[in-house]
């Protein structure tokens, strides 16, 4: 989640998402399908796939601000925002209230990466496999698309990682062998 995305309204998250994604689907359903689509039938299906997209990464957003803002306490919004860069993988902060919230928004980011750990993989596999079968029916365009929807969805996989080293930094024990 990046930082501009904690202070943005989720409606608007899922607005602008949903018609980017929708606006895709709807170019990639009328010139990548086996047979040929009109423009009507792939606005409809565009539609369709945005709303579900959208609404789907508005909830999500929603979800993260209020975890954000749980584990936040009675932080200033700047503050906050300082806290998550932290938490991230940013700076470590001086100050020790921030530094224990960007602990436990870290801890909370790792207990949702973990969640959605098992499904990643499968979701990343089948891509996969979609690449691979439309590479060998001669859907070069569509692989790609896989392809690179698959590479996406695996980088969460690495976000784990990631998150756990900015933990380990952001613990008393970590800023200890960082200094000295």
Excluded: C
């Excluded at 899922?14 to 689509?37: D, E, H, N, Q, Y």
């Amino acid at each position: 989640m990046r930082t501009y995305l904690v202070t943005t309204p989720p409606w608007m998250v899922g607005l602008a998402s949903g018609l980017i994604f929708g606006g895709g689907f709807a170019a990639v359903t009328r010139f990548t399908a086996p047979t040929p689509v009109s423009w009507q039938a792939a606005a409809i299906a565009g539609v369709i796939a945005g709303l579900l997209f959208g609404g789907t990464l508005a909830y999500a957003s929603g979800r993260q601000q209020r975890d954000l803002r749980a584990a936040a306490g009675d932080l200033p919004p700047a503050q906050q925002l300082e806290a998550y860069r932290a938490a991230v993988s940013g700076q470590i902060p001086a100050n020790p209230q921030i530094r224990v919230t960007a602990v436990r928004i870290a801890q909370r980011r790792i207990e949702e990466l973990r969640q959605f750990r098992i499904v990643s993989v499968i979701v990343t596999a089948l891509l996969m496999l979609g690449a691979v079968m439309n590479l060998t029916a001669g859907e070069f365009m569509l692989a790609a698309l896989l392809l690179a929807a698959a590479l996406v969805n695996g980088a969460q996989l690495y976000q784990l990682r990631r998150v756990g080293r900015q933990l380990q930094r952001l613990s008393p024990e970590g800023a200890a062998d960082q200094s000295g």
